[in-house]
């Protein structure tokens, strides 16, 4: 699960910002409307889900691209004429960086953190359960886990990440951390429209076992878009790289015609492919979702959170998203701490906050009529008001 994010000198992001995903000290979980909204053990409390909120060009999608950049990074190593230049590099900043923090299958917590120039990596460091598995700073690599000899080959000035150079030694920490992290999943707009009918709408195997094994949760979010949608099956093609490859159809109410997905409508097809990842949460992995709502009507949205990602059957995945759906904007369905702001200040710069840095009483209703007067900011050129 994803503890936290935090970003710095990055595209929007000017000054480093937090996205906390972990309840504050204090905070009262247990027998509220919100307890179902954690994963809550012994020594954690996690949150299932996160909406982040913002006016267009107010910075949400460089979030997103943040926590890409950053999986990036991690699994191939830095490359710094790509990743400082005009287009990644805050103008005002001499640096960008980045922290993550993961708490794996195991319960491990592993908390990364890097920060480079044009010239050089300037700092990173791993650890492991608040021990520290590595530290590269001033040039200076040390490590308790190390041989004196590699520490001293590689206390060097560096323009690759030391995550990279250490891989080949199978430290145990590296490997999980790294295998944590391929449980985090980006979706985003490339610019390819997948809901189009002109893209194929081919699946595999192993998708098509996993939709029949949730075929009564799907089948119900379906139904809220398409009342008359009775069943979804299953047509196969043939073998693609000796990988079996099936198309959906759907049967519908007083007909035996058989309804292609890739004939269906855009928010039939959106609400496809979104499930194929959120059947992915049920598996315990972090998927981060650019712009949710588009497709997707408000009353399907809120089922997905309250039906599918905020329940007892989910244990350890996660959902996070940006949106633009102020119905979204709302603590009976959300702890305040689960609602993000994404605001652009004057200088053009991004900060990222909470819902909870106001005080809002529980039984508030409509929170959103206080978001379009600009009271929490996200509306791009008005300052928040506490």
Same mark, same amino acid.
């Given at each position: ?127 492991? /359960?608040?021990?520290?598995? =590595? $530290?590269? *700073? &001033? ?8 041989? #004196?000899?590699? @520490? ?36 985003? /707009?490339?610019?390819?429209? =997948? $809901?189009? *009918? &002109? ?8 998708? #098509?076992?996993? @939709? ?175």
């Amino acid at each position: 699960m994803l503890l936290y994010f935090s970003v710095g000198g990055f595209c929007s992001f000017k000054d480093t910002q937090d996205l906390f995903l972990t309840a504050y000290l204090g905070t009262r979980l247990k027998n509220t409307k919100y307890e179902k909204n954690f994963y809550i053990d012994k020594n954690n409390r996690v949150m299932k889900s996160a909406v982040v909120f913002g006016a267009n060009a107010s910075g949400k999608t460089n979030l997103i691209l943040g926590i890409e950049r950053l999986k990036e990074i991690i699994f191939n190593g830095i490359n710094l004429p790509k990743d400082f230049n005009e287009k990644n590099l805050n103008y005002d900043s001499e640096s960008i960086k980045f922290e993550i923090g993961i708490l794996d299958q195991k319960k491990n917590i592993y908390d990364y953190s890097i920060e480079f120039k044009k010239e050089k990596l300037i700092y990173e460091k791993l650890e492991c /359960n608040d021990k520290v598995i =590595y $530290e590269f *700073k &001033d040039d200076i690599l040390s490590s308790k886990k190390l041989p #004196k000899e590699i @520490l001293r080959i590689f206390s060097i000035s560096s323009t690759e990440t030391i995550l990279k150079k250490l891989r080949d030694f199978q430290l145990a920490e590296i490997k999980d951390f790294t295998f944590s992290l391929s449980d985090v999943i980006i979706k985003r /707009n490339k610019g390819i429209n =997948y $809901e189009s *009918k &002109d893209v194929p709408s081919t699946i595999t195997e192993n998708v #098509k076992l996993r @939709l029949e094994d949730k075929k009564k949760d799907v089948l119900q979010i379906v139904k809220l878009l398409d009342y008359t949608v009775e069943d979804f099956q299953f047509e196969k093609l043939g073998a693609v790289n000796d990988e079996v490859m099936y198309d959906i159809y759907f049967l519908r109410e007083n007909t035996k015609n058989k309804f292609y997905l890739g004939n269906e409508s855009e928010g039939i097809r959106k609400i496809i492919n979104l499930m194929l990842g959120l059947l992915e949460i049920y598996d315990g992995k972090t998927v981060v979702i650019d712009e949710l709502d588009s497709s997707i009507s408000t009353v399907s949205l809120i089922k997905l959170f309250n039906n599918f990602i905020n329940v007892d059957d989910n244990l350890k995945g996660q959902l996070i998203v940006t949106s633009h759906n102020l119905f979204l904007f709302d603590n009976n369905i959300f702890e305040p701490q689960q609602i993000y702001i994404v605001n652009k200040r004057e200088d053009l710069t991004s900060e990222l906050y909470s819902l909870s840095e106001f005080k809002i009483r529980s039984e508030k209703e409509n929170l959103y009529h206080d978001f379009l007067k600009g009271r929490y900011g996200g509306i791009n050129g008005q300052e928040k008001s506490r």
